[in-house]
T-cell receptor
Framework: GAVVSQHPSWVICKSGTSVKIECRSL??????MFWYRQFPKQSLMLMAT?????????EQGVEKDKFLINHASLTLSTLTVTSAHPEDSSFYIC???????????FGSGTRLTVV | RKEVEQDPGPFNVPEGATVAFNCTYS??????FFWYRQDCRKEPKLLMS???SGNEDGRFTAQLNRASQYISLLIRDSKLSDSATYLC?????????????FGTGTKLQVIP
């Protein structure tokens, strides 16, 4: 089945540093990748939609200069959390849709802790 | 009103019980619906799509009520391994840019 590989699984970083999260579609081409964030006991919240070869679409309230998204190829999308702060600590998950009416496949998630 | 609403639970049920969750949505133009299962600290995994006519997969039955704008998930003969959070997913249209909206999830705990 379609797999999205997400790395790293978890990362602890110091406040002020930047962290890059990668998502790769292993056996299909993902023209669109969705990036979500999930705080404890809360729902997945869509942050942005990345489209291969074009600028990402950010949801309201998500700072595009802080959460840099690059979707340079059909199999790779990256999310960089710049100048991370403790409030950015969260579970970040990417997702892609394989085909119409099939649903979405998710990366395994990245647990970011900023200290 | 939230776009997608679920009772967060937790629902504590004994093994073998039948349990049902509902998920209401506000956008009447919504086209696609899914149920996902999320285990603690893991990514969501697709459980089943929800079709207009209703569909069944083993012990799981999903139904859509467009008139009342809700979807439901029924689990029969609950197993301990069914303990998880169940998320409903609603997609407003079938093409182009699709904003996926997740419910907050309903936590199910199956007790021995």
């Amino acid at each position: 089945g379609a797999v999205v590989s997400q790395h790293p699984s978890w990362v602890i970083c110091k406040s002020g540093t930047s962290v890059k999260i990668e998502c790769r579609s292993l056996d299909f081409q993902a023209t669109t990748m969705f990036w979500y964030r999930q705080f404890p006991k809360q729902s997945l919240m869509l942050m942005a939609t990345s489209n291969e070869g074009s600028k990402a679409t950010y949801e309201q309230g998500v700072e595009k200069d802080k959460f840099l998204i690059n979707h340079a190829s059909l199999t790779l999308s990256t999310l960089t959390v710049t100048s991370a702060h403790p409030e950015d600590s969260s579970f970040y998950i990417c997702s892609a849709r394989i085909r119409e009416s099939y649903g979405y496949t998710f990366g395994s998630g990245t647990r970011l802790t900023v200290v | 009103r939230k776009e997608v609403e679920q009772d967060p639970g937790p629902f504590n049920v004994p093994e073998g019980a039948t349990v049902a969750f509902n998920c209401t949505y506000s956008n009447s133009a919504s086209q696609s619906f899914f149920w996902y299962r999320q285990d603690c600290r893991k990514e969501p995994k697709l459980l089943m799509s929800v079709y207009s006519s209703g569909n069944e997969d083993g012990r799981f039955t999903a139904q859509l009520n467009r008139a009342s704008q809700y979807i439901s998930l029924l689990i029969r003969d609950s197993k301990l391994s069914d303990s998880a959070t169940y998320l409903c997913v609603v997609i407003p249209n079938s093409g182009g840019y699709q904003k996926v909206t997740f419910g907050t999830g309903t936590k199910l705990q199956v007790i021995p």
